[in-house]
């Protein structure tokens, strides 16, 4: 790995990497420019993201052709309601000496696709907890480390809800963004209808080591934040919990859970990366507001009255963006 000679150069080159892997991207995934920022953000924040949007929005494609540019280890879990834990942390098995052997379970990756994740149950989803938070398994007593960089990316379709388990509140926090995957454009849907169309071949080049990720994310927590961005992020997160002595009516009125510290952290990591992303040392109050609904959206619940009144989350965060500004 390259050294170098001052955390500027450093943020700089990083600027350059970036926009190398974006180019590497491309070449098979067509538009999503601002789900690839959100995505990378996370990722060069260490944090872990869901996917929601319908199918054939190439969610899955888009992670695996990451791991790829990143050169990473992949694996890609399909959740379904018969899914155990043990498939997807591993087992014990009695080996050829009649001795008890650990075998890994594709957890054991730097890059998992949660793929469908609110499709198998509680139990086997919360499989994944211990190791999003602390990078470690547990199994039979015993404590395995997971190799870093390690992500967790899932996908969710917001359609079909028939068959499928609400993820619990705990699971949600500990994704840093939740990334609304859209439609594409008609020039986008073009594009890709002609590219996966033909027999064109595409070969995709390695952008970055993990030894390389690993240092990123460690010079993203060393941009220094200035302490107006840091407590309009506290305020952002504090507006959205209701029944408090500063929670602002619309909170009142149609939140029945506010986000909790987590989002105050992320909001802020998320505004470092960002704005090294974009070339600048520093984050201001555009980068929080850039990385806010990604990282609140999962985290408010509404009430009755907002889902009858067609009150969307989106909007009220809008909304308490502009009441933590003032």
């Not at 050829?96 to 989803?125: C, M, W, Y």
């Not at 990591?269 to 609140?296: F, M, Q, S, T, W």
């Not at 009858?308 to 003032?326: Q, R």
Request: one cysteine or more.
């Amino acid at each position: 790995m390259k050294e170098y000679k001052d955390d500027v150069e450093a943020a700089d080159d990083f600027g350059v990497k970036v926009k190398l892997l974006k180019k590497e991207l491309s070449k098979v995934i067509v538009g999503q420019d601002e789900v690839i920022d959100a995505l990378l953000t996370s990722i060069f924040s260490n944090g872990h993201c869901l996917l929601v949007g319908v199918p054939g929005l190439a969610k899955t494609l888009l992670v695996n052709t990451m791991s790829e540019v990143l050169g990473l280890s992949f694996s890609r879990i399909q959740f379904t309601p018969d899914l155990m834990p043990s498939d997807i942390i591993g087992s014990e098995i009695l080996d050829d000496s009649r001795h008890f052997k650990f075998v890994k379970g594709p957890i054991f990756a730097n890059i998992i696709l949660a793929d469908e994740i609110n499709r198998t149950p509680p139990k086997t989803q919360s499989a994944l907890l211990e190791a999003m938070q602390e990078r470690i398994v547990t199994a039979a007593g015993n404590r395995y480390t997971l190799d870093a960089p390690f992500f967790v990316l899932a996908t969710q379709n917001p359609i079909e809800q028939e068959g499928t388990y609400p993820l619990p509140e705990a699971q949600l926090d500990r994704f840093m963004f939740n990334i609304w995957v859209d439609y594409p454009s008609f020039e986008e849907e073009v594009a890709i209808v002609k590219q996966t169309t033909s027999t064109t071949q595409v070969k995709l080049e390695h952008i970055m080591s993990a030894e390389e990720i690993l240092y990123f994310q460690q010079l993203v927590r060393k941009v220094p934040v200035p302490d107006g961005v840091v407590d309009f992020a506290v305020k952002l997160a504090n507006a959205t919990r209701p029944g408090k002595d500063y929670s602002p009516d619309i909170t009142n009125e149609f939140v029945n859970w506010g986000a909790g510290p987590r989002a105050s952290q992320y909001l802020v990591l998320g505004a470092k990366c960002h704005a090294l992303l974009r070339g600048k040392y520093a984050p201001d109050n555009e980068d929080v507001r850039a990385v806010a609904k990604n990282v609140l959206r999962h985290r408010i619940v509404r009430n009755y009255k907002a889902e009858a009144e067609g009150i969307s989350t989106e909007s009220i965060i809008e909304s308490l963006m502009k009441i933590a500004s003032s």
